[in-house]
């Protein structure tokens, strides 16, 4: 495809980008890049314009193209993101960015000149192969996503017993076929990860051994546990080992194949989970997805 | 880090002062031989006491193959002690994938909250170091 007429559709985007609506309370929204598909050097640098010095240096310490271009596209994909979904019109590159107590990423509302913050929470997760942002308004979110044919070099067994809970090695060590096994494995970290990215205390705030995943049937009558663990009629609930306090009912979770290539977990406190999927070239096109091949529920959602 | 390198085979130490008068907290201005350098700012320790001395470059050569061959970094790519694992494309379970792949390599058991503190492949061979010669000498 000639350059010429990508250019010509992304001026004139560029200008203006599209807004959306934020995602209602009960709702979440993610948005995923697919590097392949941007190819175009020039978008590439509209995209690098986009962040202040800070960013781009961190852009470039990554050792290899592929890895800056998945970083560039990371740091785009959240600032047009956000900038969008604002009632005002507002250039992605004035969005400033701070860490929490714990070290979580969030908008710095305070920063920005007539701005009315909103409860608008995000989180970031990619591979070399996709990259994707998770949005929620009033709840913190936290996502991860797994290449779906990862191979792990280590023995799943030995892993499992050294980060995951009791239960959780339980369950893994009970599924004979290897590769079935290595699958149920990436699922339940992105989960595990998911989970410790949306209360944003890193990994070692959360270590995985002190909290179970696992999917339990969602029936009217009350919670039970399934036999198949993906289950689309299944609720995937989080139980913390350490402190019964922990709340830890809030946290509802939503696996997803993603782009056919991907794990996606999503971790909210959003009960129902009503989740919408886009998948994007910021600046070029946004095609809603949900309902599609892209995106695969394999538990947790409506 | 100190922001200046300082080349130890042009400068002879025989007058070595730190000053902190009038600067900001965690700086000092270093002056050698009556030369001063720019103030180099001290990082706080984090919660890690780092041991002084450096790993051997075997153990940082080790570290890096290990590191090479879980991220599979392109060859035109390069891995040193400096190299950082978030700027190498590691992600958490790299990370974990590493730390299993160094504990096997050298028989050695990494706790957690060690495995959490290893930001580069120096950091790595470092602790590794200080694991085997505890084991020597346990």
Redesign the interface.
């Given at each position: 495809m000639r350059m010429q007429c990508l250019d010509t559709k992304f001026f004139t985007s560029s200008t203006s980008l599209a807004p959306i609506q934020l995602p209602s309370r009960m709702e979440t929204h993610l948005w995923y890049v697919i590097p392949n598909e941007v190819k175009s050097e020039q978008l590439l640098n509209k995209y690098l314009e986009f962040l202040p010095k800070s960013e781009k240096e961190r852009v470039f310490s990554m050792r290899g193209d592929e890895l800056q271009k998945g970083a560039l596209l990371a740091r785009a994909l959240v600032r047009t993101t956000i900038a969008r979904y604002q009632t005002n019109q507002v250039s992605p590159r004035s969005l400033k960015f701070r860490k929490n107590i714990h070290g979580k990423p969030e908008v710095d509302w305070q920063q920005i000149e007539d701005w009315h913050p909103q409860q608008l929470h995000f989180n970031i997760s990619h591979t070399e192969s996709l990259v994707a942002c998770g949005v929620t308004t009033h709840n913190p979110i936290g996502i991860d996503i797994e290449e779906k044919e990862r191979k792990i070099k280590h023995s799943i067994s030995s892993f499992a017993k050294r980060y995951f809970s009791q239960q959780e090695v339980q369950l893994l060590s009970s599924i004979s076929d290897p590769e079935i096994q290595r699958q149920e494995f990436i699922k339940l970290w992105t989960l595990k990860e998911a989970y410790v990215k949306a209360l944003g205390r890193g990994f070692s705030g959360s270590p995985f051994k002190t909290f179970t995943i696992r999917s339990v049937a969602a029936s009217k009558e009350g919670i039970h546990l399934s036999e198949s663990s993906s289950s689309e009629n299944s609720d995937i609930v989080v139980e913390s080992l350490e402190d019964s306090a922990n709340h830890t009912g809030d946290w509802r979770f939503a696996l997803l194949e993603l782009a056919g290539s991907h794990y996606a977990a999503i971790c909210s406190k959003n009960h129902p989970m009503k989740m919408s999927v886009w998948r994007t070239i910021p600046l070029v096109e946004d095609e809603y997805v949900s309902g599609t091949d892209s995106v695969i529920a394999v538990g947790g959602l409506m | 880090m100190a922001s200046s390198t300082i080349a130890a085979s042009s400068i002879s130490f025989t007058s070595l002062t730190l000053n902190n008068k009038g600067l900001a907290k965690n700086s000092v201005s270093l002056s050698i031989n009556g030369k001063s350098f720019p103030s180099l700012r001290l990082q706080a320790a984090s919660r890690r006491f780092r041991v002084s001395c450096a790993a051997k470059p075997e153990t940082v050569d080790k570290v890096c193959e290990i590191v090479r061959k879980?991220l599979a970094?392109?060859p035109d790519?390069?891995?040193t002690g400096d190299?950082?694992f978030a700027?190498?494309?590691a992600?958490?379970?790299d990370t974990?994938?590493i730390v299993?792949?160094l504990e096997e390599e050298f028989g050695i058991s990494v706790e957690?909250?060690s495995a959490?503190t290893i930001a580069t492949v120096q950091d790595a061979a470092d602790l590794i170091e200080n694991l085997v010669e505890k084991k020597g000498s346990a």
């Open positions: - | 879980q970094i392109q790519v390069a891995v190299s950082k700027a190498l494309g992600d958490s379970l974990v994938e299993m792949g957690e909250e959490q």
